[in-house]
């Protein structure tokens, strides 16, 4: 099993920034590919991000790229969102996600471990 924390989230003005972190307990993280999800009020979980398992590949949604980065550091079991020009749309909780098997996906049924969530409020 994997225990995920997040932490990181809050209220800030649009064009600002935050930087989500995820710790990770219970299994070799390293193992692990990792995922930030979000999901807003009303609305389905959706794809964030994706990591690999040594970061060297990362994958984005298209409405982040340029914006979000991913990264990871298994030294310390975490993983990190950085969040820049933020914007209102972005609001939603936010959550990381594990993935113990092979292969890559978008899906948020395709991960195994997930946390109980930060929320990001985007506002004026």
């Known amino acids: 099993q994997v225990q995920l924390v997040e932490s990181g989230g809050g209220l800030v003005q649009p064009g600002g920034s935050l930087r989500l972190s995820c710790a990770a307990s219970g299994r070799t993280f390293s193992s692990i590919a990792m995922g930030w999800f979000r999901q807003a009020p009303g609305k389905e979980r959706e794809f964030v991000a994706r990591?690999?398992?040594?970061?060297?590949?990362?994958d984005y949604t298209e409405s982040v790229k340029g914006r979000f980065t991913i990264s990871r550091d298994n030294a310390k079991n975490t993983v990190y969102l950085q969040m820049n020009s933020l914007k209102p749309e972005d609001t939603a909780v936010y959550y990381c996600a594990g993935r113990q098997r092979l292969g890559v996906t978008q899906s948020a049924a395709g991960y195994d471990y997930w946390g109980q969530g930060t929320q990001v409020t985007v506002s004026s």
């Open positions: 990591i690999s398992r040594g970061g060297g590949n990362t």
